[in-house]
């Protein structure tokens, strides 16, 4: 083949043979990129931030509704909102509107949120309801009015002896383990009488009553049957101890959380631990 009757199209090759291959149409490819546009992908408008207090209003209907289910007056049941998951500014609203109780579960951020409180001339009752380690029972005592984890003579003591230096009162719960959860604490029913009869002999610390969680359970209805099952068990348990221990003249129960605390209400929950149902789509604290 000579070069009269070579295509136009064809290019050589390297190794001095002649391929067949079309040359790049570089510039119908520009003129397609200069033509390209790129639009922009529609976005919906965020939804409407629900406030705090319609929020509190919520829950107050659905504790409400509970104490009617089970025949209670709605003021023998305590609101006791968890701030865990927010900032101190976002939990100071609570003061607001007229929750003065307020609960933690770590002690680093009970210091902190109670010194921001002080420092603006706020007061707040704090609670500890997370696991306590013994080393840090000197700083849960300094700051909290409430311990909702008391769950070994250990711990009992240690509160009792920096309460005695210090010349504070403290309020103490003994948490109960009723359900196999390797992830959670607790004393075990036979155990509560030894540590209920040690505490009562303190000046310092005073029993208030028993706390307990339900366990996590993916399945709806079998966590709801959980929940029954360890509520119904835990005032079992305060109805067979001297009511004589306790400041209220019964072991009085903290139980139920955001996702049960309506079936702990049912069960006799005189406080009711609420986090998320308040504080779901508020900002996370640093």
Do not use: Y
Request: some cysteine; hydrophobic content about 45%; aromatic content about 4%.
């Amino acid at each position: 083949m000579d070069a009269s009757t070579t295509p136009a199209s064809w290019v050589p090759i390297r190794t001095g043979c002649t391929c067949p291959r079309r040359a790049e149409p570089s510039v119908n490819r520009e003129r397609a990129r200069a033509t390209l546009t790129i639009e922009p992908v529609p976005t919906l408008p965020p939804a409407p931030r629900v406030s705090l207090s319609e929020r509190l209003a919520a829950v107050e209907q659905r504790v409400s509704a509970a104490c009617s289910r089970a025949g209670r007056a709605r003021r023998d049941v305590q609101i006791l909102p968890v701030t865990k998951s927010v900032d101190a500014a976002r939990a100071a609203e609570l003061l607001e509107l007229g929750l003065c109780d307020l609960a933690e579960n770590r002690a680093d951020e009970l210091e902190h949120k109670r010194a921001w409180f002080a420092e603006r001339g706020l007061r707040a009752r704090w609670h500890c309801i997370g696991h306590v380690q013994r080393n840090k029972a000197r700083r849960i005592a300094r700051v909290c009015a409430q311990v909702h984890s008391v769950d070994s003579v250990a711990l009992h003591d240690a509160l009792a002896r920096v309460c005695e230096e210090e010349g504070r009162g403290l309020g103490l719960w003994l948490q109960v383990k009723l359900w196999p959860e390797a992830d959670k604490g607790g004393l075990a029913p036979s155990e509560l009488r030894a540590l209920v009869e040690r505490g009562a002999r303190s000046e310092t610390v005073s029993w208030l009553g028993l706390m307990t969680m339900a366990p996590l359970i993916a399945d709806e209805h079998a966590s709801r049957r959980a929940a029954r099952e360890v509520f119904d068990g835990l005032r079992e348990l305060a109805a067979a101890l001297d009511p004589a221990r306790f400041t209220a003249g019964r072991a009085r129960l903290s139980m139920g959380m955001s996702s049960d605390f309506e079936l702990a209400i049912e069960a006799g929950a005189d406080v009711v631990r609420i986090g998320s149902a308040l504080f779901s789509d508020a900002s996370r604290a640093g």
